[in-house]
């Protein structure tokens, strides 16, 4: 069986964004060569997310007002977590929400995603460099 790892960085200019990194991942596949396996791409951050859905404009505002009804950035004083003195409390429940990974099935060496379905970085508390892990393991 064939492993291959790779890291994939992001520093968002905002506090919130929603980065489709599915030809990233696409180009780590080619480069392993794996034909049949899986795939596993995991944000290695706490306040980050990958998940998997449409790459359509409206869903993504979509997806940020409701984040935002849920746990808003602010007041940043409604959050315990901030009595630490940071002000991420909201960006770790996002992250929970949105999720730390996704695994797809790797078929004649390509991501076997349904027919909208593209991967999705999902960054909370940006403007700083952040992680992903992309693992395939396979043959
Ligand atoms: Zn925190």
Redesign the pocket.
């Known amino acids: 069986m064939k492993s291959h790892t790779r890291y994939l960085w992001f520093e968002t200019p905002s506090r919130r964004a929603y980065i489709n990194i599915t030809p990233k991942v696409e180009e780590i596949l080619e480069e392993s060569g794996i034909i049949e396996g899986l795939c596993l791409v995991n944000a290695m951050h706490?306040?980050a997310a990958v998940y998997i859905n449409d790459d359509e404009e409206g869903l993504l505002s979509d997806y940020d007002r409701w984040l935002e009804e849920l746990a808003p950035h602010e007041p940043v004083s409604r959050y315990r977590?901030n009595d630490t003195g940071?002000d991420?409390?909201d960006?770790?429940l996002k992250r929970q929400i949105m999720g730390r990974e996704v695994v797809v099935a790797v078929t004649d060496g390509k991501l076997d995603l349904g027919p909208w379905e593209q991967i999705f970085y999902g960054e909370f508390d940006g403007r700083r460099p952040k992680r992903v892990l992309v693992k395939i393991i396979g043959e």
Do not use: K, R, V
Request: charged letters at 10%; glycine letters at 12%.
């Open positions: 706490i306040t977590h940071e991420n409390g960006a770790h």
